[in-house]
């Protein structure tokens, strides 16, 4: 999540991201999917002024600029390999001493 941040802000003209992920990694890239959809890091960055119609607010004119985005990022790929989105079934975790 904040690995994400962090290249946005080093890379502002970044438009498109994709995650790829392995086991628990997986998980974790789809928490921060979770965390960043529909969030503006360059608003956080500076307050840019997008284009918008005048009948519409503020806050409309957001939501509408950063809809289906993931950190203001256009999402491309998502992938995972060998990853428990449904968890495991039947596993059960015994403490060998």
């Known amino acids: 999540f904040c690995q994400v941040i962090s290249v946005i802000k080093r890379h502002p003209s970044v438009q ?4 790829v992920g392995h086991s628990l990694g997986g998980l974790v890239a ?5 965390k960043l959809y529909g969030r503006d ?3 956080e960055l500076s307050q840019g002024n997008g ?3 005048s009948q519409i607010s503020d806050q409309e004119c957001h939501d ?3 809809e289906g985005k993931i950190a203001g ?3 491309i790929n998502f992938i995972t390999s060998a990853t428990p989105h449904l968890g495991s079934r ?3 975790q ?3 001493l």
């Open 73 to 75: 990022l256009e999402p």
């Open 90 to 92: 039947g596993h059960k």
């Open 94 to 96: 015994v403490i060998l």
């Open 41 to 43: 890091i360059s608003m």
């Open 64 to 66: 509408r600029k950063y």
């Open 30 to 34: 789809r928490y921060a999917i979770a």
């Open 16 to 19: 498109k991201i994709s995650f």
């Open 51 to 53: 284009h918008c119609e």
